[in-house]
T-cell receptor, first 111, second 113 residues
């Protein structure tokens, strides 16, 4: 069985500040981990993914995430928030033939 | 351009009516999925198909049905047996059955009046 917990359903940051979105997972086998972004009334778009190899993963739009096996975490960060980062972000884990998604974190960016 | 097309984008139906949501992909992907999205609950898997003429139930299949007669098409029918059908429905595909990246359509919002 696999599951994902995203800590915090809403995050508000100032433009230019650090964005940190937390994700913890449980999985009985080595996981594949993903972060997706969703803009209002649209589908999801892949930000980045971890499969094997380097534990620090770089994605699109300046985002990156670090896989920490000992902490079963895959937190998403961006050093400097931009207004266009306002969206909902989903962490997901997959290791069988389906992905399990977290409940999502909505990011608001203040000018 | 390659991608996934969902239609209609918005749909209203009366209680007791069945409705079918369309999903077409031209990515030549083997696997296709239907997810339901409700506020604060993330995405929940309804059905998935790894190959033509085969599909499996996901976590919340009750009240839904699918078919996979062609590689590029995976329609979802929301039946009158689905007790709370108002939601945002997302179709996705992947090159192979999962461990890989999902490509999503733009979604269909169903409202039951």
């Amino acid at each position: 069985a696999q599951s994902v917990t995203q800590l915090g359903s809403h995050v508000s940051v100032s433009e230019g500040a650090l964005v940190l979105l937390r994700c913890n997972y449980s999985s009985s086998v080595p996981p594949y981990l993903f972060w997706y972004v969703q803009y209002p009334n649209q589908g999801l778009q892949l930000l980045l993914k971890y499969t094997t190899g380097a534990t620090l993963v770089k994605g699109i739009n300046g985002f990156e995430a670090e896989f920490k096996k000992s902490e079963t975490s895959f937190h998403l960060t961006k050093p400097s928030a931009h207004m266009s980062d306002a969206a909902e972000y989903f962490c997901a884990v997959g290791n069988d033939y389906k992905l399990s998604f977290g409940a999502g974190t909505t990011v608001t960016v203040r000018a | 351009d390659g991608g996934i097309t969902q239609s209609p984008k918005y749909l209203f139906r009366k209680e007791g009516q069945n409705v079918t949501l369309s999903c077409e992909q031209n990515l030549n992907h083997d696997a296709m999925y239907w997810y339901r999205q409700d506020p604060g609950q993330g995405l929940r898997l309804i059905y998935y198909s790894q190959i033509v003429n085969d599909f499996q139930k996901g976590d919340i299949a009750e009240g839904y049905s699918v078919s996979r007669e062609k590689k590029e098409s995976f329609p979802l029918t929301v039946t009158s047996a689905q007790k709370n059908p108002t939601a945002f429905y997302l179709c996705a595909s992947s090159i192979r059955p999962n461990t890989g990246e999902l490509f999503f359509g733009e979604g269909s919002r169903l409202t039951v009046l």
